[in-house]
């Protein structure tokens, strides 16, 4: 696609539950980050993947949170027995090149009752 | 750790007249990127304009402008001749040039535009 594209778009589940959800980048792009956005707030680094390397993990709150990227390909973002203070808005954003910018995806929704 | 602040939480503005929104930072690397992001309802997140830390010109992009003062780490937004299609949650952020290259972002400011 023309764009980053996420998955699911709204995802509602239950306290202590995992979710998994899903990030395309774009085609070629070598990096890719997820950020969480809680309501209200400005957008807080998660994850990093920059091809093969291994990712900078340095902004994961818990070990209850995870990611894995396969190449350049798909990367899915893993929290398990996830807590209300989880809910928030997911985003997941690639670039080509370490001069180039971040392009963004639409987010997923997270909402944990 | 490089932080971001947005001292204005919101902003309103009558259509076609000119706001500025305030971002400053604070970071000691000499050379560093700076960014707006608008953020409609949609969620998706759009950059609205770019700043290089070594380029003393303020960067300009249609009715979009910066005031890039480095010495006293600020950068605000102006936008000019406002559109209704402008309402939208603002954001600055910062991008060192070194490791991950991540964005740290302020707290943002909803702007509202009046007709």
């Known amino acids: 696609g023309a764009g980053v594209s996420q998955s699911p778009s709204n995802k509602v589940t239950e306290k202590g539950k995992d979710v998994e959800l899903r990030c395309d980048p774009i085609s070629g792009h070598t990096a890719l980050y997820w950020y969480r956005q809680r309501l209200g707030q400005g957008l807080e680094f998660l994850i990093y993947?920059?091809?093969?390397?291994?990712?900078?993990k340095s902004g994961l709150p818990s070990d209850r949170f995870s990611a894995e990227r396969t190449g350049e390909s798909v990367s899915t973002l893993t929290i398990q027995r996830t807590q209300q203070e989880d809910s928030a808005v997911y985003l997941c954003?690639?670039?080509?090149?370490?001069?180039?910018?971040?392009?963004f995806g639409p987010g997923t929704r997270l909402t944990v009752l | 750790a490089q932080t971001v602040t947005q001292s204005q939480p919101e902003m309103s503005v009558q259509e076609a007249e000119t706001v500025t929104l305030s971002c400053t930072y604070d970071t000691s690397e000499s050379d560093y990127y700076l960014f707006w992001y608008k953020q409609p309802p949609s969620r998706q997140m759009i950059l609205v304009i770019r700043q290089e830390a070594y380029k003393q010109q303020n960067a300009t992009e249609n009715r979009f402008s910066v005031n890039f003062q480095k010495a006293a780490k600020s950068f605000s937004l102006k936008i000019s001749d406002s559109q209704l299609g402008d309402a939208a949650m603002y954001f600055c952020a910062y991008r060192g040039i070194q490791g991950a290259q991540k964005l740290v972002f302020g707290q943002g400011t909803r702007l509202t535009i009046n007709p």
């Open positions: 993947f920059q091809g093969n390397s291994a990712p900078d």
């Open positions: 954003a690639s670039k080509f090149g370490p001069y180039n910018e971040q392009f």
